[in-house]
C-alpha cells in the first residue's frame, strides 16, 4: 500500500516536515500482516491504536514515527478500512490529539461518514477512468472501421474499373463483333459492376460527410432548373417502364436556395430514381410549391409499394431497405441516408408520407436564400 | 508503301500513360491504340518524368498512387520543365480526396477523374477535346 493523499492541517503539515521519509515513498507491503493499514483493507474492520509505529511500520522504524507521534501531539491513530461495493480500495488514518474514550458518537459518526464519502468519490474516479479508458478504444475502433472501409473501398475500385472498362471495350465492338444477345449478357454484367461501383462510392461519400472531409462548393441554385435537369435524365426510363411523370413548377416561384450544385443534384436524382424503380404503374409527379416566404419544397409523389409505418421509421439510417424494396431491386440502403445528411446539411428537412399499395411522397424542404 | 506515303500519313498523338496496375496499362493501351493512338506506357513516377521530358508526348494520362514518385509530385515536377509544362495532362485516380483533387487542377491538370466512373471510350473522348481534334 502506499499512501495517496493527506489533509492540508498545520498538524499535517508539521508531521510531514518531520517524517525523514518522503511521503509519497512512505509504502507498505501487503504482506505485512500485522500492520493496521493492511489488517484494516484485509479484514474490513476498524483499528484503534495509541502507537502510530502499529499504522506505519515496515516503512521506517518505529521509533521515527514514536518521535513525530510526540512531536505532534497524536495521541490516538484510528484505522478505516475504504470500502466500496464491499470491495477494499485501501485505508484512511484519522490521527487524534485525544484518547479513544475522549471520542464522542458524534465524532466517530464523521469519521465513518468521511470515509464513506472517500470510498465512493475513489469508486468514481475508477468508474471514470474505465468509462474514458472504453471511450477511447470504442473511439480508435470507429477510427479503424472507417480506415478499413476507405481502403476497402479503393482497392475495390482498380478492378471494378478493369471489368467495368473491358466490358464496355467489348460492348463497344473493340474485340470484333458482338451479337446481340452476347450484348445483351454484358449489359447485364455491366449493371450489376456499375451497382458494386455506386456502392463504393456511396460508402465513401458517407465516410466523407460523417467524417467532415467532405468539401461543399455552395453557391445560390435555381431549384426548379436543377429540378428539370433531373427530370430530363428520367423521363425516357419511367416512359419505358409505362409510367407517366410529370414535373409542376407553379408560375411565379421562388427559388433560390444557398446548396452545392452537384449536392442537390443527387438528392433530386436519388428521391426521383427511387421513385421510378419502386413503381411498376401509375405515375410519378415532381412538384415543387412555396409552403412559406422563407421555404421552397420540393414532392415526388409516386404510386408505387408504399411504405409501412413501422419500415418508415428505420427509412433514413444507414444500410436500411424495406423488405418489399429489397427483394425487388438491390440498392446499397445509402442512398436516402446521403440524401438525408445533405439535405441537413443544406439547412433543411427530409420527410415522406406513405400508405402500403399506394404510393409515396418523399419531400424536402429548404430555405429560400435572401 | 514508300516514303512519300509515311511523310503523308498524320503523325498519330503520342500518349503517355503512367500508370501502376497492369491490368488498366493493358485496358487503356488497348483502346487508345484502337483509337488511332500511339501509346507509350511508364510503370511509376519516376521512369514517367522522365519518358515525359525525353519524348514528343502530346498528352499525359497520370495516375496518383504509384511508387517512387507519386502522381502528383510527378506533376510539380512537369511543370517545372519548359518543355514539361506544355504538356496536357489529365489526372486519373481511384482515389476522389478533394485535397488531390484540388491541387491536381491547381498544378496545371485539365481534370481529376476517379477511374472507376468512366469507360476507357470516355476517357478517349476528354483526351480528344483536349487535344481540340
Known amino acids: 500500500m502506499e499512501r495517496i493523499s493527506i489533509s492540508k492541517t498545520q498538524a499535517a503539515e508539521k508531521a510531514l516536515q518531520e517524517t525523514p521519509i518522503p511521503f509519497s515513498k512512505i509504502e507498505v507491503p501487503l504482506t505485512a500482516e500485522e500492520n493496521l493499514l493492511v489488517m484494516a483493507a484485509n479484514n474490513k474492520k476498524i483499528y484503534v491504536t495509541k502507537d502510530l509505529s502499529d499504522v506505519l511500520f515496515p516503512a521506517g522504524n518505529r521509533d521515527t514515527w514514536r518521535d513525530i507521534q510526540k512531536v505532534c501531539g497524536i495521541k490516538t491513530s484510528v484505522v478505516y478500512p475504504i470500502i466500496s461495493r464491499n470491495r477494499s480500495l485501501g485505508s484512511m488514518i484519522f490521527s487524534l490529539s485525544k484518547n479513544e474514550n475522549e471520542i464522542s458518537d458524534q465524532e466517530w459518526e464523521v469519521l465513518a461518514g468521511f470515509t464513506n464519502a472517500v470510498g465512493i468519490a475513489l469508486e468514481n474516479a475508477s468508474l471514470y477512468k474505465r468509462l474514458h479508458l472504453a471511450n477511447q478504444k470504442l473511439k480508435d475502433l470507429d477510427k479503424q472501421k472507417d480506415e478499413f472501409i476507405s481502403v476497402a473501398a479503393h482497392e475495390l475500385r482498380a478492378p471494378m474499373t478493369a471489368i467495368k472498362g473491358f466490358l464496355s471495350m467489348i460492348m463497344e465492338g473493340d474485340a470484333g463483333k458482338v451479337n446481340d444477345k452476347v450484348k445483351d449478357y454484358l449489359s447485364e454484367a455491366v449493371q450489376g459492376n456499375d451497382r458494386l461501383i455506386r456502392l463504393v462510392n456511396n460508402m465513401l461519400n458517407v465516410a466523407r460527410i460523417e467524417e467532415g472531409r467532405m468539401v461543399y462548393k455552395m453557391g445560390n441554385v435555381n431549384l426548379s432548373k436543377a429540378t428539370q435537369t433531373v427530370f430530363k435524365e428520367y423521363e425516357l426510363e419511367a416512359q419505358k417502364k409505362g409510367l407517366k411523370i410529370s414535373l409542376n413548377i407553379p408560375s411565379g416561384l421562388m427559388d433560390r436556395v444557398y446548396v452545392d450544385q452537384d449536392r442537390i443534384h443527387e438528392v433530386i436524382s436519388n428521391l426521383v430514381s427511387n421513385a421510378v424503380k419502386y413503381t411498376d404503374k401509375g405515375f410519378v409527379s415532381i412538384n415543387l410549391s412555396q409552403p412559406d416566404k422563407q421555404t421552397v419544397k420540393l414532392e415526388v409523389k409516386d404510386t408505387g409499394l408504399g411504405i409501412s409505418q413501422e419500415e418508415q421509421k428505420k427509412l433514413f439510417e444507414k444500410f436500411t431497405q424495406t423488405s418489399s424494396g429489397a427483394g425487388k431491386q438491390m440498392g446499397s440502403g445509402l442512398g436516402l441516408y446521403i440524401t438525408k445528411l445533405l439535405v441537413e446539411k443544406f439547412g433543411g428537412k427530409l420527410g415522406l408520407e406513405s400508405e402500403t399499395a399506394k404510393g409515396t411522397a418523399f419531400w424536402f424542404e429548404l430555405p429560400l436564400s435572401s | ?133
Open chain 2, 1 to 133: 508503301m514508300t516514303d512519300q506515303a509515311i511523310n503523308q500519313t498524320p503523325k498519330k498523338p503520342l500518349i503517355l500513360l503512367i500508370e501502376d496496375d497492369s491490368l488498366l496499362i493493358k485496358m487503356y493501351k488497348a483502346k487508345f491504340i484502337a483509337e488511332g493512338f500511339e501509346v507509350i506506357v511508364a510503370e511509376e513516377g519516376e521512369s514517367g518524368l522522365k519518358m515525359a521530358l525525353e519524348n514528343p508526348v502530346s498528352f499525359i494520362i497520370l495516375d496518383v498512387m504509384m511508387p517512387k514518385l507519386s502522381g502528383l509530385e510527378v506533376l510539380e515536377k512537369l511543370r517545372q520543365d519548359p518543355k514539361g509544362k506544355i504538356i496536357p495532362v489529365v489526372v486519373l485516380s481511384n482515389l476522389d480526396q478533394e485535397e488531390k483533387s484540388k491541387k491536381a487542377v491547381q498544378l496545371g491538370a485539365k481534370e481529376f477523374l476517379v477511374k472507376a466512373n468512366f469507360t476507357p471510350a470516355q476517357i478517349v473522348e476528354k483526351v480528344r477535346k483536349y487535344l481540340g481534334s
